[in-house]
């Protein structure tokens, strides 16, 4: 893990280092962001709705980003993935931490559940 970010929403991202060797003294430099965020009833239109989502869905959803860029020479490791992680924190931010993303966000994944369930997977399952 390199860090967690609280955000004012109450939503705390996890970034995670998942840098691995690509090729002579290349690397591809790749930062994992998550947020678990948990289903509220207020999220949903009816007490059905929600025990649906719940039953699909697990008490949370997962939000992820990755970070990545490849071929990075060793010598540009740090350099890279702290561009990386410092572009994720002046773009990200912003829409992470409005009080409207948790509701959309599980709303939207809710539909892709309801569209399509075979195709969506629990990372927690």
């Given at each position: 893990?390199?860090?967690?970010?609280?955000?004012?929403?109450?939503?705390?991202?996890?970034?995670?280092?998942?840098t691995r060797h690509y090729f002579g003294?290349?690397?591809?430099?790749?930062?994992?962001?998550?947020?678990?965020?948990?289903?509220?009833?207020?999220?949903?239109?009816?007490?059905?709705?929600?025990?649906?989502?719940?039953?699909?869905?697990?008490?949370?959803?997962?939000?992820?980003?990755?970070?990545?860029?490849?071929?990075?020479?060793?010598?540009?490791?740090?350099?890279?993935?702290?561009?990386?992680?410092?572009?994720?924190?002046?773009?990200?931010?912003?829409?992470?931490?409005?009080?409207?993303?948790a509701p959309r966000f599980v709303r939207s994944e809710f539909?892709?559940?309801?569209?399509?369930?075979?195709?969506?997977?629990?990372?927690?399952?």
């Amino acid at each position: 893990m390199v860090e967690t970010i609280t955000l004012d929403s109450a939503l705390h991202i996890t970034l995670e280092d998942q840098t691995r060797h690509y090729f002579g003294g290349y690397f591809h430099v790749k930062v994992l962001a998550w947020c678990d965020i948990p289903l509220q009833l207020g999220y949903f239109e009816n007490d059905a709705e929600y025990s649906c989502a719940v039953i699909k869905m697990g008490m949370s959803v997962r939000f992820e980003r990755i970070l990545e860029k490849m071929a990075v020479p060793e010598s540009g490791l740090e350099s890279v993935r702290s561009q990386l992680i410092q572009a994720f924190r002046e773009t990200a931010r912003v829409y992470l931490s409005n009080a409207d993303f948790a509701p959309r966000f599980v709303r939207s994944e809710f539909q892709k559940h309801v569209k399509k369930p075979s195709q969506i997977r629990n990372p927690r399952a």
